[in-house]
């Protein structure tokens, strides 16, 4: 009976020190993951906070306000909703950006040809329009590292001689939306054939009427003009490949530093990328 009882008081003992340091272990897990959690919440202010350091040197168009001076006729990147809204890829981002600011987003819509002017006289503060960089805009507006790639594309009726990027001189007028580099190419090339339009929509009309040979405009807007009308298609061979990036007034450092270092970080979180994602399927 001593030897019995001396065995189960040795297992009870066993059991009791197993299930403390079973618990202990559980203790020691949560804390770490708990400590994991504030370094990581830690580590998001902190960055937030150095987006926001240099604030007072900011200047705004109107205090507690980014705006963004678009032309929301240009999706998938920006396009009004049926409720007076705006949604889009370039919608989306500047949204996360402001965010990230502190700031509330305010859309200002507009033609495209007023975008840069709008931005660089400080009516708007960025400018993002599936705005490509290139040497012309530079000197009006600074640019922040690129967010996007994206494609001009031609688009033509499905009984055109225009087959590819290379026949395109062969066409007696070509529609662009005015002020955008696939006008500036085109008029570049092929000089008085290029024929600009408010708008990309404006274009394609043209080019459903017989007014023009073909449109050249970035291919994610041709895609959607071309679901929309039947008859059309898009070439396969592009016009241009080029980047997205957004602007900012040239003299507007501290703020463009913000932006670029907000677009940074939702870059290396996948939120840039599940925006696009969202819009372009592909």
């Not at 023009?212 to 898009?234: R, S, T």
């Not at 677009?263 to 290396?268: A, N, P, R, S, V």
Request: charge should be negative.
């Amino acid at each position: 009976m001593a030897a019995s009882l001396a065995a189960c008081g040795s297992s009870s003992s066993s059991s009791t020190t197993a299930a403390a340091t079973e618990a202990a272990s559980k203790v020691e897990t949560t804390a770490a993951a708990s400590k994991e959690e504030s370094t990581e919440a830690a580590s998001k202010a902190a960055a937030a906070e150095d987006l926001t350091a240099n604030s007072a040197d900011w200047k705004l168009a109107e205090a507690g306000k980014l705006h963004m001076a678009t032309n929301a006729a240009f999706p998938p990147y920006e396009s009004t909703t049926d409720n007076g809204g705006y949604e889009g890829i370039d919608v989306e981002i500047a949204t996360a950006i402001a965010d990230k600011l502190g700031l509330e987003l305010a859309v200002d819509d507009m033609d495209f040809s007023s975008v840069i002017t709008s931005v660089a006289s400080g009516k708007s503060d960025i400018a993002m329009a599936g705005l490509t960089v290139n040497e012309e805009r530079k000197q009006n507006l600074d640019f922040t590292d690129s967010y996007q790639n994206a494609v001009q594309s031609i688009i033509v009726k499905d009984d055109s001689e225009i087959k590819t990027a290379d026949d395109l001189g062969n066409a007696n007028a070509i529609g662009c939306q005015e002020g955008t580099t696939g006008y500036i190419y085109c008029s570049d090339s092929y000089g008085d054939k290029a024929i600009a339009y408010q708008d990309g929509a404006t274009a394609v009309q043209a080019l459903v009427q017989g007014k023009v040979d073909a449109v050249v405009i970035d291919n994610e807007p041709a895609k959607a003009y071309v679901a929309a009308n039947q008859g059309l298609k898009i070439l396969d061979t592009p016009f241009e490949d080029e980047d997205y990036a957004i602007g900012v007034a040239k003299g507007n450092t501290e703020l463009l530093k913000s932006v670029n270092g907000a677009l940074e970080q939702l870059q290396q979180d996948g939120t840039v990328k599940k925006i696009v994602d969202k819009y372009i399927t592909e």
